[in-house]
């Protein structure tokens, strides 16, 4: 896990509201009816409707995101579908306990 790369990633309002929003995807967005949040995760258009910002600006924050190894991504059909990465974060968690 490159340091820089995550605290990069988690330097962004909205990139924040993202990983809070994905914490509990069933209190935040309205269901899905061809994914559950827990095994698939969020559509990617709904996480940009609840953001407000462009298609093009929320595919550039998750990927900074999935990059960090926050998120992961699954792609079902022609959607993709985001989730939080419960290791990556757990990585992140023990960086800030040993390290920092």
């Known amino acids: 896990m490159d340091q820089v790369e995550v605290f990069k990633a988690l330097s962004n309002k909205t990139r924040l509201q993202i990983l809070n929003w994905l914490k509990a995807p069933a209190e935040n967005f309205p269901d899905q009816p061809n994914a559950d949040f827990e095994n698939v995760g969020v559509c990617v258009g ?55």
Not at 51 to 72: F, H, P, V
Not at 74 to 91: F, P
């Open 46 to 100: 709904q996480i940009q409707m609840k953001a407000g910002l462009s298609q093009s600006t929320i595919s550039e924050y998750l990927s900074i995101l999935q990059r960090a190894d926050l998120i992961s991504a699954t792609r079902v059909g022609q959607w993709t579908y985001y989730k939080r990465n419960m290791e990556g974060l757990e990585k992140l968690s023990e960086i800030i306990n040993t390290e920092l």
